[in-house]
């Protein structure tokens, strides 16, 4: 759908939705679902979005478990690290975290001193390395989803990361620190509540995966309810079609109750 807004019944409180969908189709409901996800931003460095997914993830319990026991590159500004790290220790123990130009970040090493303060012990102790290098690009050498081991379940991507002082490093695996958006302007278009803290999420009551407006529920990593991955949106979607079910049949017994001239 490109549009979405609600319709008040001749200047009543109540109200349905008018969806219009890119060929200017009109709809109408009562109510909404949202499942639109949420957009990875991305740098712009060459051979990155060409195969995020394929080798660089940025969830270790989706990709993690096949890609064990690789050399491993973190890839994002320096105060991601110590998250990846501990996340990652008991599957990979070769670990470059690659912070393009932010090691000395006054702002980066307040953040880590604070959430932290031991961290460079711990970096030391995990023997973690920091490549503080400008990333020109990423370069693809073998694809995992083409060499693999099916009876460990292991999958052998190989790169190498070139940087602008003509120096080459090769990881087999990356995982990515990098921001999250709304991917579609939807939410904002009916005025849904963002989540306090993460501003990036719409808030939901997860019960019921309502939102702040009446009517609508929004699924999947959209929402704040913290779980990001395909069996959660299955969940996420099963739990709202309960409770979009029982509004329904509520409001149907209410008007029937009322009478035809309702």
């Known amino acids: 759908m490109n549009k979405v807004e609600k319709v008040f019944e001749n200047g009543r409180r109540r109200y349905f939705f008018r969806v219009t969908d890119k060929n200017g189709a009109i709809y109408t409901?009562?109510?909404?679902?949202l499942g639109t996800g949420v957009l990875d931003v991305l740098p712009s460095t060459p051979g990155l979005r060409e195969n995020f997914g394929k080798g660089i993830y940025w969830c270790p319990w989706c990709d993690g478990w096949e890609h064990r026991d690789q050399p491993l590159g973190i890839l994002g500004p320096l105060r991601h690290i110590m998250d990846s790290v501990y996340e990652l220790e008991t599957l990979n123990k070769d670990i470059i975290a690659f912070v393009n130009g932010t090691e000395h970040s006054f702002g980066e090493i307040m953040y880590l001193n604070k959430k932290y303060p031991h961290w460079r012990k711990q970096l030391k102790h995990y023997n973690v390395k920091i490549?503080?290098?400008?990333?020109c690009s990423i370069e693809r050498l073998q694809?995992?989803?083409?060499v693999q081991n099916e009876t460990t379940w292991q999958e052998y991507d190989k790169f190498r990361v070139h940087f602008d002082d003509g120096t080459s490093v090769e990881r087999s695996v990356f995982i990515t620190n990098f921001p999250t958006k709304q991917h579609s302007n939807l939410p904002d278009q009916l005025g849904l509540a963002r989540d306090p803290i993460n501003r990036n999420k719409i808030?939901?009551?997860?019960?019921?995966?309502?939102?702040?407006?009446?009517g609508v529920f929004v699924?999947?990593?959209a929402n704040n309810d913290g779980s990001t991955n395909g069996n959660h949106a299955m969940f996420s979607g099963k739990r709202a079609a309960v409770a979009i079910h029982g509004e329904l049949i509520l409001t149907l017994k209410i008007n029937t109750t009322k009478g035809p001239g309702y």
Do not use: E, L, P
């Open 143 to 146: 694809d995992g989803s083409k």
């Open 219 to 221: 699924v999947g990593d």
């Open 29 to 33: 409901a009562s109510k909404i679902v």
């Open 131 to 135: 490549n503080n290098k400008m990333i």
């Open 203 to 214: 808030k939901v009551n997860f019960k019921g995966m309502r939102s702040s407006v009446h």
